[in-house]
């Protein structure tokens, strides 16, 4: 049973980088075919997705968060890591890792992200 679980901080300052990092068990993410993104929820709105990390380590990002967003990996750890920068009240939201095949097939539980002084 594949398994994703988010952690980082809850708290995160205005325009500092929040950084959050999934950890997988039950499979390897760079196995041929899986994808593996991060998708948050804001209060009240609908899920965004900001970018996603491939089995073969290319990344591709949503266009609207593009400047601020890198996704990394540490395939030693089985490990893949969201850092976005200059984040501002707005990325307030719960933040969810995800594996992606022909669909969103597994989900973190998600973690709450609040950005306030």
């Known amino acids: 049973q594949v398994q994703l679980q988010e952690s980082g901080p809850g708290l995160v300052k205005p325009s500092q980088t929040l950084s959050l990092t999934c950890t997988v068990s039950?499979?390897?993410?760079?196995?041929?075919?899986?994808?593996w993104s991060w998708i948050r929820q804001p209060p009240g709105k609908g899920l965004e997705w900001l970018g996603a990390?491939?089995?073969?380590?290319?990344?591709y990002y949503s266009p609207s968060l593009k400047s601020r967003t890198s996704i990394s990996r540490d395939t030693s750890k089985n490990q893949f890591t969201l850092r976005l920068t200059s984040v501002t009240p707005e990325d307030t939201a719960v933040y969810y890792c995800?594996?992606?095949?022909?669909?969103?097939?597994?989900w973190g539980q998600g973690t709450q992200v609040t950005v306030s002084l």
């Open positions: 039950g499979g390897s993410i760079t196995t041929n075919i899986y994808f």
């Open positions: 995800v594996r992606q095949a022909y669909e969103y097939d597994y």
């Open positions: 990390i491939a089995y073969s380590g290319s990344t």
